[in-house]
């Protein structure tokens, strides 16, 4: 694996990084409109990246393969969709919330399951990076290596307020800012370890390769629906994360045909 390859794999785990470090540079918590705009922009940004980095692709390396073009498409969506719905099911996100009663239990707990339950949720987003710089590796034409660069810097963008997302809540519940920092930053360490377990494989992967790119996508939609939008919608400065979403779509975009 070359230097320029585990660079690309370590771009999304940039984003978390720098997005928990805002937990050290700030006093207070995060302002709540800052908060509704950075999660819209994180749900815009992974929407465009799911349909022009991801299942566009799969269609296409579906049509060389001789399968029919929506199949793979199709089948690796849902599958990604009932992945994370199960993972959810069995880890369910722990929202951090001030104004509920911390019941049985404690600040330390809830900080532990939170932590989990989004490290595994970032799992088939590393696996997505993977898949893109292994599919470039191999030589096809569909995803250059410039393509697989711009689908690493777009979820490093939705993984910047990710980590903020992480690390300020923890902030606020009493946790010291070099440990909220901590565990905002090791929520993404499983990406770029995800991505180099999928390369690894790569010889297996070729066959399902469009699969594997809308498998990942339907994963990335699930987190944008279930986790994302809701958040941005609830209470007040809803058109702040409407916005957010706007631009973080269009931006993904521009960088995907611009540079792919």
Request: hydrophobic letters at 55%; charged letters at 10%.
């Amino acid at each position: 694996m070359n230097s320029n390859i585990l660079i690309g794999l370590l771009i999304p785990f940039l984003g978390t990084t720098l997005g928990s470090a805002i937990v050290l540079l700030t006093k207070n918590n995060m302002k709540t409109y800052i908060q509704k705009l950075l999660l819209g922009f994180a749900s815009g940004v992974m929407i465009a990246a799911s349909v022009w980095s991801l299942i566009i692709p799969s269609i296409e390396m579906a049509e060389k393969q001789n399968i029919i073009a929506w199949l793979p498409a199709a089948v690796g969506f849902l599958l990604g969709i009932i992945f994370l719905l199960i993972l959810d099911t069995i880890v369910p996100h722990i929202h951090l919330d001030k104004t509920k009663p911390e019941g049985l239990k404690t600040k330390i707990k809830k900080t532990t399951m939170l932590v989990f339950a989004v490290t595994l949720h970032n799992i088939p987003e590393g696996m997505a990076v993977g898949v893109v710089f292994a599919s470039s590796m191999i030589g096809n034409s569909d995803i250059s290596y410039l393509s697989a660069i711009v689908l690493a810097i777009g979820i490093a963008i939705q993984n910047f307020p990710e980590g903020a997302i992480i690390s300020m809540p923890l902030r606020a519940e009493g946790v010291s800012k070099t440990r909220a920092f901590a565990y905002g930053m090791l929520s993404g360490i499983v990406e770029p370890i995800a991505a180099i377990i999928t390369i690894l494989l790569t010889n297996l992967v070729i066959p399902i390769l469009p699969y594997l790119l809308s498998f990942a996508a339907g994963a990335m939609i699930y987190v944008v629906v279930e986790e994302l939008i809701p958040e941005a919608q609830s209470g007040e400065h809803t058109n702040i994360g409407t916005i957010g979403v706007a631009i973080g779509f269009v931006l993904m975009m521009i960088l995907d045909i611009a540079l792919g």
